[in-house]
């Protein structure tokens, strides 16, 4: 990839950029890599990062015309001047330019083809949604779209093992999911009266998929296969 990709061009009057100045900095503070060494290692993470953000800008052309050819009139001076895509734009070139996961790039160009075509959420939760894509792992969305499958009912961990073979790690992508809303627990009290009562089917336990889960569910889907969750 560094063949077909030119590194960054060096200024002309000796100076450098500012990021590969703070990085050279930061380095120098490692007892170990500092020196000499700090210099190959700011070259070489700014040289991946230019990488990356030619790439993400590449991706980003292909949502771009797909949805000129999806709206009529669409321009790309347009999309660029529509607050909520240019800021979903830079928030996706964020998470795009720090993770190597072809399946959450996709999932980016999903919601940026949804967002474009006024499709999305309101601004609020998009913002949320933006972030859940650079905190999730394909694992988790592989979970989530599990229980998505069971239609709303509720289902034990355990059913999970085809995904994550480990109880533990189950539960954990499983609170992760949660905290987030995506996913319920089986309420197991109901309140009236002035007391408490157990539900009959609280001994199942168990989680659904969530209404918000649902709706991030399809922030992320689009005409971009290969996205976060599903199937190879």
């Known amino acids: 990839m560094s063949e077909l990709v030119p590194p960054p061009p060096m ?8 990021a590969e100045v703070a990085i050279a900095g930061a380095l ?5 890599v500092g020196g000499w060494l700090s210099i190959g290692f700011q070259k070489t993470f700014a040289q991946q990062e230019q990488q990356r953000l030619n790439g993400y800008l590449s ?5 771009v015309n797909m949805l000129a050819d999806k709206v009529d009139g669409l321009s790309a001076e347009e999309l660029a001047a529509a607050p909520e895509f240019y800021e979903a734009a830079v928030k996706a070139a964020r998470v795009a330019t720090t993770t190597a996961s072809q399946e959450k790039h996709r999932s980016l160009q999903n919601a940026l083809f949804n967002i474009g075509l006024d499709a999305a959420v309101d601004t609020d939760l998009r913002l949320v ?5 650079d905190e999730l792992t394909d694992t988790h969305v592989r979970v989530l779209r599990k229980f998505s ?13 085809a995904i994550v073979s ?7 992508y499983v ?5 987030r809303g995506l996913v319920e627990e089986r309420p ?3 309140r009236g009266g002035g007391h408490m009562t157990m539900f009959s089917s609280a001994i199942e336990g168990g989680h659904r998929i969530s209404d918000v889960g649902l709706r991030f569910l399809a922030f992320v889907a689009g005409p971009f296969p290969g996205g976060m969750g599903e199937p190879a």
Request: charged share 25%.
């Open 149 to 161: 499958d069971a239609g709303g009912e509720y289902i034990a961990l355990d059913s999970l093992g």
């Open 188 to 190: 197991i009290f109901t």
């Open 59 to 63: 991706e980003l052309a292909e949502v």
């Open 11 to 18: 200024d002309e009057t000796g100076g450098r950029d500012v």
């Open 28 to 32: 120098n503070l490692v007892p170990v």
């Open 166 to 172: 480990e109880g533990a790690e189950v539960t954990l």
């Open 129 to 133: 949604f933006m972030r859940c894509i």
């Open 175 to 179: 609170a992760d999911l949660q905290a």
